[in-house]
Structure formats: C-alpha cells, structure tokens
C-alpha cells in the first residue's frame, strides 16, 4: 500500500498533535524508508518483474529486515524511544510506534503472500489487494481521504502557506501514487532506491514545512 500508509500519518494528528505531521509521516512509512537503503546495500533483494501482481511491476524476493512483523515491531520502539527521549510526550512516542507496525498491517492487505513474519522464517502472508487496480484504487483512495479529513478537521491553517501548501502537499502525494501504479517500470533497482530516498526526503520536508503554518 501506498498512500494508505500516508492516510495514517495525517490522521494520527487528531490523535496525539505534540509531534509534527513529518514525524508522523516518517513513522507511517519507516519501513519504506529503510528499504531502499537497504537495497542499495545488497542486504535485500526486489526485480522489476511486471506482471507479478496487476498494480506493481516490483516483485519483493527478500526484505526481512525492513519489512518484517518482528524487525517491523522492533523498528517502531526504536522510533518511539527516539520521539519520547526528545519529547517526553508518551502518547506522541506510542502512536508512533503504533503508525510503524501499522504499515505491516497495510502492506499485508496489499501485497501478495510475500509478507514475512521474522528474518528467517519461511512463513510470508499477504491478502493480494494488489491483485485488482480498481479495488487497490479504491481502497487506498478512501482511506487517504479519511486521513486528510482527518488531519484537516483537527487543525486550521496560520496563513496561506498553511492553506495551500497543504493542497500541494495532498497533490504531490497523489502525483507520486498515480505515478508508480501508472507510470513506466523502472530501468533499473538502483533506480527505484535512489528516488524512494530523494522522493521521501522531499515529502517530508514539504510536509515539515506545510505543518508548521497549520495549529492544532
């Protein structure tokens, strides 16, 4: 899942608004965010394979350390032990915890049985949303409605920046997702990590930057 896992960093304000939106963004999508790393350093493995699933040309061969429930788990408490020791905010550390292993959970609905559970294990799960365009489309576009509803709902803009910036923000996310469902395969895996990192590090500094013009 894509944006879905952008719907739960946006609705995570409305339940803990200390941290900023990046933060929560950041935690939504960790695992997404180690992964390209990762990839470049030969420590996990995917290949452009179109046709693996209708909605990806990616076919996931190994990425336990990122995309584990265990490693995914564990991930999150590092990042939640990092935002309580610069916050003290517990609920903030906890919700974060919980937008990491919730991309576990999203990415189970989506992907095909190439979920695994713990490095080593040879069980993988996965419930092949991905299977169908219009219902990948569908269910990830409500669920990012809700989460930017939601986020809209609980804070009100400073100024235009914080009304607008916002809308691109919305705009840019949705550009980047019509994208990869849409767009050409990439030519390469390098490739693919090197713009997930130059792509992520974009998001979130816009969504830093959209966040601080905006008031709970």
């Not at 990839?39 to 995309?67: K, M, N, Q, W």
């Not at 292993?101 to 559970?117: G, K, T």
């Not at 569908?138 to 989460?147: S, T």
């Not at 990439?186 to 969504?207: D, E, K």
């Amino acid at each position: 899942m894509f944006i879905g896992h952008f719907a739960v960093g946006f609705a995570a304000k409305g339940v803990s608004p200390k941290p900023s939106l990046a933060t929560y963004l950041a935690a939504a999508q960790l695992p997404d965010l180690l992964w390209p790393v990762l990839l470049l350093a030969g420590v996990e493995h995917v290949t452009i394979a179109p046709g693996d699933t209708t909605f990806t040309p990616l076919r996931f061969d190994s990425y336990p350390v990122s995309h584990s429930l265990v490693t995914v788990a564990a991930w999150g408490a590092v990042f939640a032990g990092l935002v309580w020791w610069r916050n003290r905010d517990r609920r903030g550390a906890l919700t974060c915890w919980a937008l990491v292993v919730s991309h576990w959970l999203l990415d189970f609905i989506s992907h095909r049985p190439d979920m695994p559970l713990s490095p080593g294990s040879s069980t993988k799960l996965g419930l092949g949303l991905w299977n169908s365009v219009p219902l990948t489309l569908g269910v990830e576009a409500m669920i990012f409605g809700l989460g930017v509803w939601l986020y809209v709902r609980g804070t009100r803009p400073r100024d235009a920046i914080g009304r607008w910036g916002l809308v691109g923000l919305v705009a840019l996310a949705l550009a980047a997702y019509l994208g990869a469902a849409f767009g050409p395969p990439a030519p390469s895996v390098p490739a693919i990590a090197v713009t997930a990192i130059l792509g992520a590090l974009v998001f979130l500094g816009v969504s830093a930057w959209v966040d601080r013009h905006r008031v709970v």
